[in-house]
């Protein structure tokens, strides 16, 4: 009977070393899958930081280039203004140029038909 109770203590102690040992998997399985979980969590959260840094970046330099586009845009405009200012004094120069010389021929023509008697 002693060797009985012993045979039973024996397979009662053997069935809790299998019960530790299945939970202990089970908690290693565990672990592994909240540790994955946590790796993906993680690499999904460097993932976003990642793409946000270099769409801030991308911003940046988009903005530069508009920046840069707008100000040579205004450089040009400005350099297109002064020109056209310029061709206007010009023209207005010849204008005057051209009216005086036609009112000093429409004089001498008027001069000549009044002393011709013309007029």
Do not use: C, Y
């Amino acid at each position: 009977m002693e060797e009985e109770i012993k045979t039973d203590d024996a397979l009662n102690a053997l069935q809790r070393i299998r019960e530790a040992e299945e939970k202990a998997r089970k908690n290693v399985q565990d672990a592994r899958e909240k540790k994955a979980a946590k790796i993906i969590e993680d690499a999904e959260d460097e993932a976003k930081k990642i793409k946000e840094r270099h769409l801030d970046q991308a911003r940046k330099k988009a903005e530069e280039r508009k920046r840069a586009i707008v100000h040579r845009a205004a450089k040009q405009a400005e350099e297109i203004r002064k020109k056209a200012e310029e061709e206007v004094a010009s023209l207005k120069k010849k204008a005057e140029k051209a009216m005086a010389g036609a009112v000093n021929q429409v004089s001498e023509k008027i001069k000549k038909l009044i002393e011709k008697g013309e007029l």
